[in-house]
């Protein structure tokens, strides 16, 4: 299986003995999703990938399986605190790192 990291923190160590309750002799293997696309799923070396975007491979099928909504946490007095967030103020801060004294 590969999956972002975030994912695999949140359910890989309820899921591992999931597996091994329901199927002793499957191995599970859990690794980093990559940057971009590769051919291990294609090759077989990896039977599932989750991932936040759609595979560019042509010959991969997936399918949409939730969204998630992004949320932003700062320290009191924090820059991004004076007005309203907006995604534009977020991104710029994002893009800039201007908004960390």
Do not use: F, N
């Not at 949140?10 to 940057?35: F, N, Y």
């Not at 975007?53 to 924090?78: C, E, Q, Y």
Request: proline fraction near 10%; charge should be positive; include cysteine.
């Amino acid at each position: 299986m590969r999956w972002h990291d975030a994912l695999t923190a949140a359910c890989g160590t309820a899921l591992t003995p999931a597996v091994h309750r329901q199927a002793p002799g499957v191995r599970l293997r859990l690794s980093a999703e990559p940057g971009t696309d590769d051919a291990e799923l294609r090759r077989g070396e990896v039977d599932l990938g989750s991932s936040s975007t759609a595979p560019t491979l042509p010959d991969i099928r997936h399918r949409l399986v939730g969204k998630d909504r992004p949320v932003v946490a700062v320290r009191p007095g924090h820059p991004l605190t004076v007005d309203p967030l907006s995604l534009a103020r977020y991104a710029e801060a994002c893009a800039t790192r201007s908004m960390t004294p």
